[in-house]
């Protein structure tokens, strides 16, 4: 019983959250966060889509691409002749073909490890993506950067960036896979980072090469994300349906026994 004239402790607007949260077990915390993120993600893309249209990303898209030109010339890149020869490497790393050479490896590799069901979720979350990055492109239909030529050759609309979109979407959900089968969470923080690390420099890469706006990238950035997100949320509930194999393959499991003897 409280003392008369004791002063009630203020509750804090996070304490009910904090108390759900509590309740709740690590998968089912882990689907709110990754259903937080999909929205979220979902939201800055809707944003994003409705500055572009509106044309009010323009000026702040023409200076971010032309600080990557030389002073005076927007003919020219910034750096040595090298450096853009860098550019178009890492560009490479989000076309088309590559993501698809990389995704059937990580299939394969799946396969090998009996995980039939985890490679046939992967390569359908890889193959939805890239049909939404072409719809997104068609609705959009956003005309390519004018303002400079462009470093590599380019077919498609601008908005959102292709390579953007497909390289978050495909190195991240790869990522969270294979991170999923690692026992250690250095491994896990290890694959993460140089998925997100390969994304950011191929989204940079585009605007370098002058072949779309800096918004593009932001927007395809944030929708590959987010569907790796979904795809991630998907593979867990999924998992606990017994749908998806669990995170850590036996197979695993008996080399670190082997090892350990």
């Known amino acids: 019983m409280a003392k008369p004239g004791a002063r009630t402790p203020r509750r804090s607007p996070w304490d009910r959250p904090l108390r759900l949260m509590s309740r709740l077990g690590r998968h089912d915390a882990a689907l709110l966060v990754g259903l937080a993120l999909v929205a979220g993600a979902a939201w800055v893309f809707l944003a994003i889509a409705d500055e572009v249209t509106d044309g009010d990303t323009h000026a702040i898209d023409e200076r971010i691409l032309l600080a990557m ?36 490896a990580v299939c394969v590799h799946l396969i090998l490890l009996r995980r039939l069901r985890t490679a046939g979720f992967v390569a359908a979350a890889v193959v939805s993506g890239t049909l939404l990055s072409f719809a997104l ?64 420099l191929v989204g940079v890469s585009r605007v370098y090469l002058g072949v779309h706006w800096p918004t593009d990238v932001l927007a395809g950035w944030t929708v590959g994300a987010g569907w790796a997100a979904l795809c991630w949320v998907m593979a867990t509930w999924l998992q606990r349906r017994g749908a998806v194999e669990p995170e850590t393959s036996p197979d695993l499991h008996e080399d670190d026994s082997q090892i350990t003897s």
């Not at 853009?84 to 590559?98: F, H, M, P, Q």
């Not at 978050?168 to 294979?178: C, G, H, S, W």
């Open 69 to 104: 030109r030389t002073p005076g010339d927007p003919t020219d890149p910034l750096g040595a002749h090298w450096v853009e020869e860098v550019g178009r490497d890492l560009t490479a790393l989000g076309s088309n073909v590559i993501l698809a050479l990389v995704t059937v």
């Open 137 to 200: 492109k068609n609705a959009f239909d956003r005309p390519r950067p004018d303002l400079v030529p462009h470093g590599t050759y380019v077919y498609t609309a601008s908005f959102p960036s292709g390579h953007a979109m497909l390289s978050a979407l495909t190195y991240l959900t790869l990522a969270a896979v294979l991170a999923r089968a690692q026992p250690r969470r250095r491994l896990k923080a290890c694959v993460l980072l140089t998925a997100i690390l390969v994304t950011v």
